[in-house]
């Protein structure tokens, strides 16, 4: 059974850092574009960060641009977001995903299929 298992959420205050990790088990994904979502209550679920398959290119919302740095391991299929100056409304549950397309570019992770992967999620709570 192929799982994506998030960890690293928890409750800082405005301006704090956060690093979140996910990890893969049951099938690699280190031919596989990564990155990360977020929904908080009551919206949809939004499009965060990505990497590429290869580690070298990196795609991130606007919302989060120039506060995140998304990383990642290929050897453990593992990927990473490092967030800095968060703010209240980076409040949500944070959802790792991969493409189950190989060689697949970062900004394809924008458009997730029902073949791809997706984790169980993380919260993440931002105090003013």
């Known amino acids: 059974q192929v799982q994506l298992v998030e960890s690293g959420g928890g409750l800082v205050q405005a301006g704090g850092s956060l690093r979140l990790s996910c990890t893969a088990s049951?099938?690699?994904?280190?031919?596989?574009?990564m990155g990360w979502f977020r929904q908080a209550p009551g919206k949809e679920r939004e499009f965060v960060a990505a990497?590429?398959?290869?580690?070298?290119?990196?795609y991130y919302a606007d919302s989060i641009k120039g506060r995140a740095t998304v990383s990642r391991e290929r050897a453990e299929s593992a990927v990473y977001l490092q967030m800095n100056s968060l703010k209240p409304e980076d409040t949500a549950v944070y959802y790792c995903g991969a493409k189950a397309r190989e060689y697949s570019t970062a900004q394809a992770m924008i458009d997730m299929t029902p073949d791809d992967y997706w984790g169980q999620g993380t919260q993440v709570t931002v105090s003013s």
């Open positions: 049951g099938r690699a994904f280190n031919r596989n574009a």
């Open positions: 990497i590429a398959w290869n580690g070298i290119s990196t």
